[in-house]
């Protein structure tokens, strides 16, 4: 089953702009990892943020995670052509024993004009 | 470093045929090993998950099966393809426990016509 559902499903902003993407989940995490997909392609992971952060940055990406909100949101700063993906968030459920994968929300497609 | 090998890229496949899609994964021992489907326009659902040689879970009842033959091999197969088996498969890999990042494969695009 999904657990995490991005918020918006699609965003296209001006190169330069900055790409914010929001996640909600529905149960106790570990984890929240974000990830991103080129058209047809595998995904790759971007960063983690485990549950008892706040708050991560790696480059130009700044992840919060809100853990009484259930949510976490994903900044891109001084967006690029390049960065034209869809962007999934993926929580590691603290049920299961943790063997049993990620949980993928739907996405969010980013595209930027150039 | 460790890298996955997802083969093939594309496959057409028409209906009542079998199927078998291959990961590899180089570069590590005893990873955990995952399957999953992304319909168009949709997220991951996760199929079927192994922690170790010939042990398979799977997260939804459906058409397909898995098998884990060696430490770093999973297969996805099928016996009779459906239409609704048309999506993007990826295999992916983890070292921990589900307690870390996930290594996706490049996926493989079936249609069942």
């Known amino acids: 089953s999904q657990q995490g559902e991005e918020d918006p499903q699609a965003l296209s902003i001006q190169e330069g702009e900055n790409a914010t993407m929001n996640c909600s989940y529905k149960?106790?995490?570990?984890?929240l990892q974000w990830y991103r997909q080129n058209s047809g392609r595998g995904l790759v992971h971007l960063i983690l943020?485990?549950?008892?952060?706040r708050e991560k940055h790696s480059g130009r990406l700044r992840v919060t995670l809100d853990t009484s909100k259930k949510s976490s949101s994903l900044l891109i700063t001084a967006s690029r052509a390049a960065d034209t993906a869809s962007y999934f968030c993926a929580t590691d459920e603290t049920t299961g024993g943790g063997a049993d994968g990620l949980t993928f929300g739907k996405g969010t497609h980013l595209i930027i004009q150039p | 470093s460790q890298t996955i090998h997802q083969w093939p890229a594309t496959l057409v496949q028409p209906v009542g045929s079998p199927l078998s899609l291959e990961c590899t994964v180089e570069g590590t021992s005893n990873p955990n090993l995952y399957w999953y489907r992304q319909a168009a326009g949709r997220g991951l659902q996760l199929l079927f998950y192994s922690v170790g040689i010939g042990q398979i879970s799977s997260e939804v009842p459906q058409n397909l099966s898995a098998s884990r033959p060696q430490d770093r091999q999973f297969i996805l197969s099928s016996k009779k393809l459906l239409l609704s088996d048309s999506g993007f498969y990826l295999c992916?890999?983890?070292?921990?426990?589900?307690?870390?990042?996930?290594?996706f494969g490049q996926g493989t695009r079936l249609t069942v016509v």
């Open positions: 149960t106790s995490i570990n984890n």
């Open positions: 943020i485990r549950s008892n952060e």
């Open positions: 992916a890999w983890a070292r921990d426990r589900g307690l870390g990042e996930a290594f």
